[in-house]
């Protein structure tokens, strides 16, 4: 069966904040040109919004310049941030940390939001714009040109077998072909990286490096609730040479809500950690549970986030596309922000995709346009300039004091000399290299959930809405079936089955008693892609499921 094909100008892999605000923008400068532009949008995810997950504290200066209207137009930033602490834990107490003017954590002037609205809003902005939006769409192929340019992208086949044979409701993929194909599928998106393989795009920087991000919502006891609130913490439970941290911020939504999360760099080198506990365990620490209690926990999420930085930015422009947001991880680490990031460079992408089909004039050496001003004009943005400032916070956490470290760094030479400094640091090498032998790690006790601070993985994931068509071909493949026996559970004790996020990996013993096998829950897959990451054998490749399939955030 023939697949069918659509042609359209532009054509957007990913509804996130980059992808739509490109969208958008592009609509903007048709609109002001007179020009006629047919933009295609491609989402995963069942409904706009509804695999986004993010803290989210959003800096508005990228929006204040898409729409400088936002307000008027009913934005859902709802919660202006009103205090700003930070500390450091121990187990049993605080040590609050001064946020001094010109620190990256400094959020006055910035929003605390539940991203997943504030994307089913710019969605909605796009929409009446003439974006096409197709959610419930997910991008599985990349097609090329004979010439080696983009071509577009294909969906998936959808209605067929685990087995792979087709059921009574097969129906082939839709090809989309445009002359600019814009990658906006967020932090280590699966078409990037054949991408970054295709065209070499990875060979002037840094691999680069993640974090895994777990978050709750709960509904709490209004008396304990300070709209517009913004804490951080470092420290415990995790040890200095274990970078990671958390959130809290208390939500302006018309009911007491708070949303917190627990990020953990996925550097660590103990295969016993496991991210997901460590963050139920913090909820129980005298600072932070008794906010909670006699609250009531709502939903839950997790997602990875780049971490790299300034160092780790690919080429971003190949014959053909681009790749803009988290997709190539455009995040400020210290600020703990990607959106406006991601925006701008949305943005910026749609200002020089608009220059070059207006272009009477353009000599195209290939049949996609390639569009190398985007990361030109990127470089003279703001955007470039403040990564670039914030380069080496990241890195300094490796030094002996750990996290410390990383603190005393910024305190001296971000605070004074505003990333001026004329030396550069470098990321120890990718993330799955870092993981040690179990031999030589220490097993991690952690106590057991207590069902109302501290829940198990299960009741959690099913607080996440996730589902999938149980039917379907497995979307979290293994390169070779018996590496994760052989080697994954042999050296470094299964990892997998402690860093997923969602109870997707365990090992069972086997039936003849002798020895155990990888089991894989697919269905359980909240889409973070961690396993992807942190595989010390790099033998799990993530692809997409039926589109539609994953989490249903509401608000995340």
Partial sequence: ????????????????????????????????????????????????????????????????????DWKERGAPLNTPVTEDKFGILTKKSRIPVPILPGLPMVNHGNYIVRLGHFVSWLGEQAEALGVELYPGYAAAEVLFHEDGSVKGIATNDVGIQKDGAPKATFERGLELHAKVTVFAEGC???????????????????????GIGLKELWTIDEKKWKPGRVEHTVGWPLDRHTYGGSFLYHLNE????????????????????NPFREFQRWKHHPSIQPTLEGGTRIAYGARALNEGGFQSIPKLTFPGGLLIGCSPGLMNVPKIKGT?????????????????????NLQSKTIGLD??????????????????????IRPSCHSILGVYGGMIYTGIFYWLLRGMEPWTLKHPGPDFAQLKPAKDCTPIEYPKPDGKISFDLLSSVALSGTNHEHDQPAHLTLKDDSIPVSRNLAVFDGPEQRFCPAGVYEYIPLETGEGSRLQINAQNCVHCKTCDIKDPSQNINWVVPEGGGGPAYNGM
């Fill in 1 to 68: 069966m023939e697949r069918f094909a659509e042609e359209a100008d532009v054509i957007i892999v990913g509804a996130g904040p980059a992808g739509l605000s490109a969208a958008i923008r592009l609509k903007q400068l048709a609109a002001e040109h007179s020009k006629e532009l047919r933009v295609c949008l491609v989402e995963k995810a069942s409904q706009i919004g509804a695999h986004t997950l993010s803290g989210a504290c959003l800096e508005p200066r990228s929006l204040q310049e898409l729409f400088p």
């Fill in 188 to 210: 280590h998106g699966h078409l990037a990286k054949q991408l970054y393989k295709k065209y070499n795009l990875r060979e002037k920087c840094q691999p680069q490096s993640y």
């Fill in 254 to 273: 018309g009911e007491p809500l708070v949303a917190l999360g627990f990020v953990v760099g996925l550097d660590y080198q103990n295969p016993y950690l």
């Fill in 340 to 360: 406006h990031t991601a925006m701008k460079s949305g943005m910026l992408a749609s200002e020089a995709i608009f220059s070059q089909l207006i272009n009477e």
């Fill in 371 to 392: 569009v190398q001003e985007y990361e030109e004009n990127l470089k003279k943005s703001w955007v470039w300039k403040e990564l670039y400032a914030v380069r080496n």
